[in-house]
């Protein structure tokens, strides 16, 4: 029966080691994610007051609590592994998370935590220090003791007002990168979509060209057709204001069905020049077969006459 209680006992104090053990490598997982101080069009807090925050991420696999650890803007003392959190300025420049608050305070993994600066009336999760234009943000687990958990150095002193300073977390083994961030993300990943223009995007959708030579002839198409519509309509108006004319310049008495307008078709116009053009040519060929015989009048001239010519030699006088 004793034994039977010293391992219950003992299976009780391995799962509290267990916990305790995964609570604190859990805690070990947060980094601060993103920050903001100047908030004038962003979100509120739980009294509905803009302020600037502090975003923490659990990096980790494991659940863990954020209840008794401190975030500081006031640099640790001490060096090395010795360093330790200055509890001399709490209020002013350290906020120290409520421990009684250990049930909000709960972070899941992959999860992120909203800290906002200034009355930490308002909640737990407001702190008793608002940021500086310039400096640095610690974070320590709930010890106090030890290197800082994370930190952030950040300098607002050229960035715009509802800006952020976010943190890309590269690959492991690779460094992080501080970016600004215009629209801020808080309780979200910091990410940026590479800057792709309008080309190259057409070129990874369609590799072959076929989206581009589609898009292409269809706007030639397009433009035939309405270029054929416009000729067309123009036509029709014209022939009917021609129409019109010679309607009105004709006699009353003389039929409308005398008037011949150019509604003919295509082929009728095509068929009746064709046959005019035939008939023109036939003329032409009989006027070349004709053979004319004019007379040639000469006008006469005693001195082309034969009769005044010479007929015989003429008598020499002596």
Excluded at 74 to 97: H, N, Q, R, W
Excluded at 252 to 265: C, F, H, R, T, Y
Aim: hydrophobic share 40%; net charge positive; glycine share 6%.
């Amino acid at each position: 029966m004793k034994n039977m209680k010293l391992k219950k006992y003992s299976l009780v104090v391995v799962a509290l080691l267990s916990f305790l053990g995964a609570s604190a490598q859990g805690v070990e997982n947060l980094r601060i994610n993103e920050v903001l101080i100047s908030n004038e069009n962003g979100i509120n807090d739980s009294y509905g007051e803009k302020t600037g925050w502090i975003e923490i991420y659990n990096d980790g696999y494991v659940s863990t609590t954020l209840a008794g650890c401190y975030i500081s803007i006031a640099p640790p003392l001490g060096s090395g592994e010795d360093m330790f959190v200055d509890k001399s300025v709490f209020g002013a420049e350290t906020y120290c998370i409520p421990k009684s608050a250990n049930n909000v305070m709960s972070m899941p993994p992959r999860a992120y935590s909203l800290f906002f600066t200034g009355d930490s009336s308002h909640s737990p999760f407001n702190t008793t220090f608002t940021l500086p234009v310039k400096g640095t943000i610690y974070l320590w687990n709930a010890s106090g003791k030890g290197v800082p958990i994370d930190t952030f150095k950040y300098d607002f002193s050229e960035i715009p007002s509802d800006n952020s300073l976010a943190v890309i977390r590269g690959a492991r083994g690779t460094k992080n990168v501080i970016k600004t961030f215009v629209n801020p993300t808080p309780g979200h990943a910091n990410y940026v979509e590479a800057a792709v223009s309008p080309t190259e995007k057409l070129k990874e959708q369609d590799k072959y060209g076929f989206i581009m030579t589609l898009t292409a002839v269809s706007v030639v198409f397009l433009a035939l057709m309405i270029l054929y519509l416009v000729f067309r309509t123009v036509g029709k108006f014209m022939q009917k204001r021609d129409a019109a004319k010679i309607k009105a310049s004709m006699p009353k008495s003389q039929s409308k069905k005398e008037v011949i307008v150019g509604d003919l078709s295509g082929e009728v116009a095509a068929a009746i020049t064709i046959a005019l053009k035939a008939y023109q040519d036939e003329l032409e060929a009989e006027e070349q077969m004709q053979l004319t015989l004019n007379r040639v009048a000469k006008s006469y001239s005693p001195w082309s006459s034969k009769i005044h010519g010479l007929t015989h030699e003429p008598e020499r006088k002596r």
